[in-house]
């Protein structure tokens, strides 16, 4: 008999197992749970395995406080959702196997689980680690194996594809030579499921510690292609001598720079999406990508909206790939430019300027600098975080929420001007600010204003 490490419960959870032992029925955790506890870490998963039926479970559950709610998850598996007052949803599902002893009927849903690290199971009871697909042989061996056929498996359920390379992501593993085979004849599929299962796992990928890993493994695969082939699409665009590497490469290494929030991981995956259809070349060879940042703003919209994010989350991705070039090409010398910048970078819900920013400039900052670092320059990466975020501070003390301000009018300038209420006043006050935040004027010369906002309109005019 193999003992598995310790694992704490909550008491709500302890209770649960409790309760069912009580009524004379197994109670086995199964899943992520006993997989992070044998490598010596915690996870929020929380899956039961019972030989309890649907209905004999929810009697169980009935006699027991501290549960908001219980609520079926998967009636073909018998699985049954557990919302218990401490804000953990715990999953148990009903042994397929009706007869036999507890191990014979584990071993037989373990066979048709995703891979074999994710098959064992611990008897709550007994502390007995059950485990017949030898999953712990691959932890230790650092292999994600699916279990029989892998073939099999993965057309029980195309996702599994994509948490094949997710988990490669998490844990740092390999994939099984026999398992990654089977993969890209499964890959196609993946455009049948959900897409909410699709994004949350993609999500997952991204801000995992092994990213690079996770999204060779995707694009290996196949399913890079056909979940994000916006992205599949930057394969062997090559660039200018300022980089390295190739656009798909490049897009890798800074996500893996990027910090590993949301936001920032989806921004870097998507940051240069646009750089496969405004590539050109000119006659000499100079490669250039006109305008590729906002043709990536309007992919990353794409692809938000094709998988279902929220109006939040999506807003803040969209802002910071459309945004990703301000601070690279900024004028840092320059105070009024720098305000301008971090007041453009700051991605406010409302006008109250006391409001924290849902995207900030030190947000935008992380990106920039993460794209910067898959640069044939990284090694200049750090003397640029200095350089920015010393201009940054020092934009905040000035208080850079305020909005820069023509020093004439709306009014004054129709009356000056001979102007009236359209098109031309916001042209002329547009241009009066621009020359403000460019350092090109002062914040109260009029005249000066006057004159700027002259050769505005004039060129608005101009056929």
């Excluded at 594809?161 to 004849?185: E, I, K, N, S």
């Excluded at 453009?344 to 910067?372: N, Q, Y």
């Excluded at 670092?373 to 929420?401: K, N, P």
Aim: aromatic share 2%; proline share 6%; with cysteine.
């Amino acid at each position: 008999m193999t003992l598995s490490p310790h694992i704490e419960l909550s008491p709500q959870v302890a209770s649960v197992a409790a309760a069912l032992a009580g009524a004379g029925h197994h109670a086995v955790l199964v899943g992520g749970a006993v997989r992070d506890a044998l490598l010596g870490q915690s996870g929020p998963d929380l899956d039961l395995a019972t030989d309890a039926t649907s209905a004999q479970l929810r009697e169980v559950l009935r006699e027991l406080p501290d549960i908001r709610g219980v609520y079926a998850l998967g009636e073909r598996f018998g699985t049954v959702g557990v919302a218990l007052d401490d804000g953990t949803i715990l999953e148990i599902s009903t042994l397929r196997a009706e007869q036999g002893p507890l191990a014979e009927r584990f071993a037989a849903d373990a066979a048709l689980r995703d891979f074999t690290v994710n098959a064992m199971g611990l008897d709550l009871a007994s502390g007995e680690l059950l485990d017949p697909l030898d999953g712990r042989e691959d932890l230790t061996r650092c292999i994600l194996r699916a279990p029989g056929d892998p073939a099999d498996r993965f057309a029980e359920d195309p996702i599994r594809v994509l948490r094949a390379a997710r988990f490669v992501a998490q844990l740092g593993f390999a994939l099984d030579p026999v398992t990654a085979a089977a993969m890209p004849p499964l890959a196609a599929r993946l455009a049948d499921v959900a897409v909410e299962r699709v994004r949350e796992e993609l999500t997952k990928l991204l801000t995992a510690p092994h990213v690079a890993d996770g999204l060779a493994a995707l694009h290996a695969s196949g399913a890079l292609a056909v979940v994000l082939p916006e992205v599949a699409a930057l394969d062997g665009v090559t660039q200018p001598s300022f980089h390295d590497l190739d656009v798909l490469a490049h897009t890798v290494q800074s996500v893996s720079a990027a910090p590993p929030t949301r936001a920032l991981r989806w921004a870097a995956l998507l940051h240069d999406t646009g750089k496969a259809p405004t590539r050109t070349v000119d006659p000499d060879g100079r490669i250039r990508f006109l305008g590729h940042a906002p043709e990536s703003a309007r992919i990353a919209q794409k692809v938000c909206s094709r998988l279902r994010f929220s109006n939040i989350d999506r807003a803040a991705v969209v802002h910071l790939v459309a945004e990703h070039m301000r601070l690279g090409e900024l004028h840092a010398d320059n105070p009024h430019a720098v305000d301008r910048a971090v007041r453009k970078l700051d991605l406010r819900l409302g006008p109250a300027a006391d409001v924290p920013p849902l995207v900030s400039a030190e947000d935008a900052l992380e990106l920039t600098l993460a794209d910067f670092s898959a640069t044939a320059h990284r090694g200049e990466a750090e003397t640029v975080r200095a350089q920015l975020e010393q201009v940054i501070a020092q934009s905040r003390a000035r208080g850079t929420h305020a909005e820069t301000r023509s020093p004439l009018s709306g009014t004054e300038l129709m009356q000056a001007l001979g102007l009236a209420e359209g098109p031309a006043v916001g042209i002329a006050t547009n241009a009066i600010v621009a020359a403000i935040d460019d350092g090109t004027l002062a914040p109260d010369d009029r005249s000066g204003a006057l004159e700027i906002a002259r050769g505005a309109i004039s060129r608005f005019r101009r056929p």
